[in-house]
């Protein structure tokens, strides 16, 4: 079967050979002999999410102290000695006001 490339370097392949491998959206593309070898990838949220901590070295102990981290109260703002070093905010913290839909909502339960 033939497959052209466009002009914006795209490749359009039949429907019969996507078929025949199964629903996949990504293809691995490998040039070897100057054949293309196309691979269906079944791409999960666990697997991106490991590729990206594969990437940045992170060990289970990294994550770990991590969470721990994230996990410690948080200290009183005027004892603290924690914050002393923090930059202020680079924006302003506005209070948000409830969308009218849910006021008049709230209003006729009460």
Known sequence: MLAKITAKNQLTLPKSLTQAVGATEYF?????GGQLILTPVRIQRGDAVRAK??????TQDDMAAAVAWARTPAPNSE???AMVNEPAAAYDVMPVKPKKAAAKKAKHKA
Do not use: I, M, N, T
């Not at 691995?28 to 070897?32: K, Q, T």
């Open 79 to 81: 004892s603290s000695s």
């Open 28 to 32: 691995d593309v490998e040039a070897r």
């Open 53 to 58: 901590l594969a990437e940045l070295d992170l």
